[in-house]
């Protein structure tokens, strides 16, 4: 057991090692990854991203994408959007922004609420006050941190 | 409200999944496939 992996400084055996020693190598192996994987049945231990020897958690559970709301002679326009099914076992924080570059994108704001954990209705409002008749695409994303929360 | 909301994109991780929403909104879209969905029961 003379070698180390790079970057999980995982144990491994080399080529002069025995061979009747295989199965306590296989086993240094796997214990390796299973330490440095962390005890993920038991919540909220999470998938860590450890560099350098500092640990940085990363989200649980994320989405993402593009979709758009239609003004219809209107100042307000909503659109409810679904999740991916089971994706989020809490109500994520949800960011949601115009996204298309149009006259009436730039005088928008993208307010997401109701959200759960299989959706949210993002509503549009046009600052300008005026009605319009006009389609803007919105950015938005998910995120929640661990499996007991949305923040963190 | 609530809607039960059905995407029927086939390529899409939530086909045929019934998909339980408390909202009231003038469209509703398909978060994974941004497509529109059809299926909305309430």
Known sequence: ?152 | MIYKLTCKTKECENFDITIPLETDAEAFVCGPCGNEITDVQS
């Open chain 1, 1 to 152: 057991m003379a070698g180390t992996t790079t970057n999980f400084g995982i144990t491994y055996p080399t080529n002069t090692d025995y061979v009747y020693l295989g199965a306590n190598a296989i086993q240094t192996v796997a214990q390796g990854f299973d330490t440095r994987l962390g005890d993920v049945t038991n919540y909220p231990d999470q998938i860590v991203n450890k560099v350098s020897g500092v640990s940085r958690p990363v989200p649980y559970a994320m989405s993402s994408n593009i979709t758009s709301a239609s003004y219809a002679s209107s100042t307000m326009a909503t659109v409810a959007v679904t999740f991916p099914s089971s994706r989020f076992t809490v109500a994520p924080n949800v960011t949601a922004s115009p996204a298309s570059n149009s006259n009436v994108s730039k005088q928008s704001v993208a307010m997401p609420y109701s959200v759960s954990t299989t959706g949210f209705t993002a509503n549009l409002y046009y600052t300008l006050g005026t009605a319009v008749t006009a389609t803007v695409s919105i950015y938005w994303t998910a995120v929640q941190m661990t499996s007991a929360s949305s923040g963190g």
